[in-house]
């Protein structure tokens, strides 16, 4: 409404009007004492007032590679590993403790598990734990059982050896009669006494060896099904190991953590924000099954459709970049670099080829189901020209004008015939009337237009060059 309003009012604007007030009440006087009236003029004036109720915007003039430049239509989509999930390890009842869209960073509470399964595994590791200590105490038994023996078995020996010596100085000696037939024979029964114990005790040591390695073996065992249990409470709980035998500092009989923990509870892996919520508070949730998913925004890729006629061109693409819509607010040359990738899959009845890039950095614009545009710079002999947004320009009869904000008065404009040459459908390049770093009227070009239009000044039979010079036709 303010826009129609203010139409009117610009027609009733002087085209000179960046002339101060002076100026303009000395050429009223002087066209009514019947002097000559002022020179035709290409600028409007566009004061802070007009252009925030026509809601004037600008565009400022881009180095561009049109010729070459392939945009097709697409839109932003999460990355596939921008997606976590948070389910059930075992059954039990759910508690949730966060909300759907919530913002969560990493070690964040998601939901407790209140599961008989855990009890069980629970109830595994203390008859573990128990029966792995008994049996290291029954190894540790055998240490001192194995020292004795040895210690009696080379007493033994040692005992032979001397009581077998001891037998034949004796036998030696019997010729002479110094020995008698009862030392020797008391002698020899001593030594066969003396062998005699000796094989029992290596036959109890092998006993004892076997029973040793028994017991070995039951530790072994113990241990390794001990640790596998950590193992699952590790993945169940999502602990590490080392963490779940620690002793608790708040068990007063110095528990190890894993027999504290009565509930199991997740927690966030990462940053982001949560998407889903698979059960409600309070259910009952079998193994594997969903409770909530987070996604992070930010990990965004882009999917567009290109045309296959235009796969060899896509193929050695030299550059890509991402455009953002066309919507008020958004500047329209804040476009994003991206990687190009070709998908692996076509559509023959569309004859199309999906495209996905990948931005090198984020924009607030940037969102799952926004629409925007890819530029694709492919390979070429067309080089880089000056260019202004296609919506820029608008038709005046037959020709086509844009309006150039003037560099030395930013509250005025410079209506220009556009001398245009191609276009990619967004951006055209002008051959003429432009420089770097100069802006165009985009928003409220059609109302500049209506205003020098109903003037007189497109009617007057002549041409205005980009200098402002006005010619007449002859």
Same mark, same amino acid.
């Given at each position: 409404?303010?826009?129609?309003?203010?139409?009117?009012?610009?027609?009733?604007?002087?085209?000179?009007?960046?002339?101060?007030?002076?100026?303009?009440?000395?050429?009223?006087?002087?066209?009514?004492?019947?002097?000559?009236?002022?020179?035709?003029?290409?600028?409007?004036?566009?004061?802070?007032?007009?252009?925030?109720?026509?809601?004037?915007?600008?565009? =400022?003039?881009?180095?561009?590679?049109?010729?070459?430049?392939?945009?097709?239509?697409?839109? *932003?989509?999460?990355?596939?590993?921008?997606?976590?999930?948070?389910?059930?390890?075992?059954?039990?009842?759910?508690?949730?403790?966060?909300?759907?869209?919530?913002?969560?960073?990493?070690?964040?509470?998601?939901?407790?598990?209140?599961?008989?399964?855990?009890?069980?595994?629970? !109830?595994?590791?203390?008859?573990?734990?128990?029966?792995?200590?008994?049996?290291?105490?029954?190894?540790?038994?055998?240490?001192?059982?194995?020292?004795?023996?040895?210690?009696?078995?080379?007493?033994?020996?040692?005992?032979?050896?001397?009581?077998?010596?001891?037998?034949? !100085?004796?036998?030696?000696? =019997?010729?002479?009669?110094?020995?008698?037939?009862?030392?020797?024979?008391?002698?020899?029964?001593?030594?066969?006494?003396?062998?005699?114990?000796?094989?029992?005790?290596?036959?109890?040591?092998?006993?004892?060896?076997?029973?040793?390695?028994?017991?070995?073996?039951?530790?072994?065992?113990?241990?390794?099904? *001990?640790?596998?249990?950590?193992?699952?409470?590790?993945?169940?709980? %999502?602990?590490?190991?080392?963490?779940?035998?620690?002793?608790?500092?708040?068990?007063?009989?110095?528990?190890?953590?894993?027999?504290?923990? =009565?509930?199991?509870?997740?927690?966030?892996?990462?940053?982001?924000?949560?998407?889903?919520?698979?059960?409600?508070?309070?259910?009952?949730?079998?193994?594997?099954?969903?409770?909530?998913?987070?996604?992070?925004?930010? !990990?965004?890729?882009?999917?567009?459709?290109?045309?296959?006629?235009?796969?060899?061109?896509?193929?050695?693409?030299?550059?890509?970049?991402?455009? $953002?819509?066309?919507?008020?607010?958004?500047?329209?040359?804040?476009?994003?670099?991206?990687?190009?990738?070709?998908?692996?899959?076509?559509?023959?009845?569309?004859?199309?080829?999906?495209?996905?890039?990948? $931005?090198?950095?984020?924009?607030?614009?940037?969102?799952?189901?926004?629409?925007? *545009?890819?530029?694709?710079?492919?390979?070429?002999?067309?080089?880089?020209?000056?260019?202004? $947004?296609? %919506?820029?320009?608008?038709?005046?009869?037959? &020709?086509?004008? @844009? *309006?150039?904000?003037?560099?030395?008065? $930013?509250?005025?404009?410079?209506?220009?015939?556009?001398?245009?040459?191609?276009?990619?459908?967004?951006?055209?390049?002008?051959?003429?009337?432009?420089?770097?770093?100069?802006?165009?009227?985009?928003?409220?070009?059609?109302?500049?237009?209506?205003?020098?239009?109903?003037?007189? &000044?497109? !009617?007057?039979?002549?041409?205005?060059?980009?200098?402002?010079? @006005?010619?007449?036709?002859?």
């Amino acid at each position: 409404m303010k826009r129609n309003l203010m139409i009117p009012y610009l027609l009733m604007i002087p085209l000179g009007l960046g002339c101060d007030n002076e100026k303009h009440s000395a050429s009223s006087a002087a066209e009514s004492a019947g002097g000559a009236p002022d020179a035709p003029t290409n600028r409007v004036a566009i004061p802070p007032t007009v252009r925030e109720n026509l809601g004037i915007t600008f565009a =400022r003039v881009e180095v561009r590679e049109v010729a070459r430049t392939i945009r097709v239509p697409g839109s *932003f989509e999460l990355s596939p590993e921008a997606r976590r999930e948070y389910r059930t390890m075992a059954s039990g009842r759910v508690e949730l403790k966060v909300a759907q869209f919530a913002t969560v960073q990493a070690g964040t509470p998601l939901f407790s598990l209140d599961s008989p399964d855990w009890r069980e595994l629970q !109830q595994g590791l203390n008859e573990t734990e128990l029966n792995l200590e008994q049996a290291q105490a029954s190894a540790n038994a055998m240490g001192p059982l194995r020292a004795a023996h040895k210690q009696h078995h080379a007493e033994l020996e040692q005992a032979v050896a001397i009581w077998t010596e001891r037998v034949e !100085q004796l036998e030696a000696s =019997r010729s002479t009669g110094v020995v008698s037939d009862e030392d020797f024979a008391r002698a020899r029964a001593t030594l066969a006494t003396t062998r005699s114990e000796l094989a029992e005790v290596l036959e109890s040591e092998a006993e004892l060896r076997l029973r040793q390695a028994q017991v070995e073996a039951e530790l072994n065992a113990h241990r390794e099904r *001990f640790e596998l249990l950590l193992v699952n409470a590790s993945s169940l709980l %999502s602990i590490p190991v080392e963490n779940l035998i620690e002793r608790s500092p708040d068990s007063p009989q110095q528990h190890p953590r894993w027999r504290e923990i =009565r509930r199991i509870e997740v927690r966030a892996e990462s940053t982001g924000v949560v998407e889903l919520l698979g059960v409600t508070n309070g259910a009952w949730a079998n193994e594997s099954q969903l409770v909530l998913s987070t996604v992070q925004p930010d !990990q965004l890729r882009f999917r567009a459709m290109g045309m296959q006629a235009d796969l060899p061109k896509l193929a050695n693409a030299a550059s890509a970049r991402i455009a $953002p819509p066309r919507t008020t607010g958004l500047k329209i040359g804040d476009s994003v670099a991206a990687e190009l990738q070709l998908g692996l899959d076509a559509h023959p009845d569309n004859r199309t080829i999906t495209l996905i890039a990948k $931005p090198a950095e984020n924009r607030p614009w940037m969102r799952p189901g926004v629409s925007a *545009f890819l530029e694709v710079v492919t390979e070429g002999t067309g080089g880089k020209v000056l260019a202004i $947004p296609r %919506s820029a320009i608008v038709k005046d009869g037959i &020709t086509h004008v @844009f *309006f150039r904000r003037d560099p030395e008065n $930013p509250n005025q404009a410079i209506r220009i015939e556009a001398d245009m040459g191609v276009d990619d459908g967004r951006w055209v390049a002008i051959h003429s009337g432009l420089m770097r770093d100069n802006e165009v009227v985009l928003d409220g070009a059609y109302e500049l237009k209506l205003a020098t239009a109903q003037s007189g &000044t497109s !009617q007057k039979g002549g041409h205005f060059h980009a200098d402002g010079a @006005f010619h007449d036709e002859h």
